[in-house]
């Protein structure tokens, strides 16, 4: 797989970002870039562009990082978005989606709830001259010109390398707390983390399940069933992002133990949680960066190019196509690199920095 990749963090690389979104435009055609259709009428149309969100529930991020990233990216370049969340909701992302179209978006972004109902949304927003983005998550057999997302299998592999720092090479045992079944990212998520720790032979898999859309009450009961069915004997948790990782927490702090826990999206919850101690790390995915590349790509859509960001392929093996990519390099972060994120903008100190967390900010080097 050819992949184009962007430091998330420019700080940790002593390079600086380069994905803010180009000039502004306020109009352009429904392009062809990427096998999407032209639109019917030979008149040019005014770029406008529509966003749809997946939930509150599985992320924070979603309405705390993205969305205002998002319009702030595309407010920067003078291009009209609407921006809106499904809320969890299948049907209501399809009537989202068929309102766009018809208040004239000319390019939609999705994160697609799951493959099935993301590509029967991607289909007729093609049948209807759009353009179509998948944004964070594969659709899986869909239509997308493009895909803007992670190295998903390098978060994985963090994470994997995360718990293994913590964990050291004694012998551990360790239980699985993957992502939705319905989300292709879960699952390169989880390939990534098994390919780093199934090749340390000190290391067992004692217990390993999926989480039904991320649901983090979810997660708390399938934690506790595999923590009661192993006996207490887990000294590690791979959990695929903070919201898992802290129903995780939150059984074995009802069992007064403290184990290495990961997680994902260097959530105000995550971090603070990495300061207490009960979580090992947690991967910084810059939501500024991600929204920059979709709002930029987006822009170049509407005005009937081709990015020249994208120069790499994602596979789609149940479209048995290659969608092309902007992808973007994750980054790892323990209680030493917190402040990292706060410098980076990925949290304020302000939200982190509350109540007994202070003065663990002031000894993390937050200022």
Known sequence: ???????????????????????SSTSGTTGTSGGASSTSSSAAKAGKVGVILPDTKSSARWETADRPNLQKAFDAAGVKVVIDNANGDKSQMQTIADQ???????????????????????????????????????????SADYYVSFDNNKVGALQGEGLATCLGDKKANIAYLNGS????????????????????????????????????????????????????????????????GNAAISILKKNKVTIPVTGQDATVQGLQNILDGTQCMTVYKSAKAEADALAKLAISLTKGEKSADATGTTRDDTGKRDVPSVLLDPVSINKDTVKTVVSDGGVTKEELCTGAYAAKCTAAGIS
């Open 1 to 23: 797989m050819q992949r184009k990749r962007y430091i998330a963090v420019a700080g940790l690389a002593g390079v600086a970002l380069t994905m803010s979104a180009c000039g």
């Open 100 to 142: 766009m179209i018809t208040q004239g978006v000319t390019v939609l972004a999705i994160v697609n709830l799951d493959s099935a109902s993301g590509a029967a949304i991607e289909s007729k927003a093609k049948s209807q001259g759009v353009a179509t983005i998948d944004y964070d998550r594969l659709t899986l057999g869909g």
């Open 181 to 244: 079944p319905t989300d292709n990212n879960a699952t390169l998520f989880a390939a990534g983390a098994h390919k780093v720790l199934d090749a340390n032979k000190s290391y067992t898999k004692v217990a390993e399940q999926a989480v039904p859309d991320w649901d983090n009450q979810q997660a708390a009961t399938i934690f506790e069933q595999m923590y009661t069915q192993a006996g207490g004997k887990i000294d590690g948790v791979l959990a695929a992002n903070d919201g898992l």
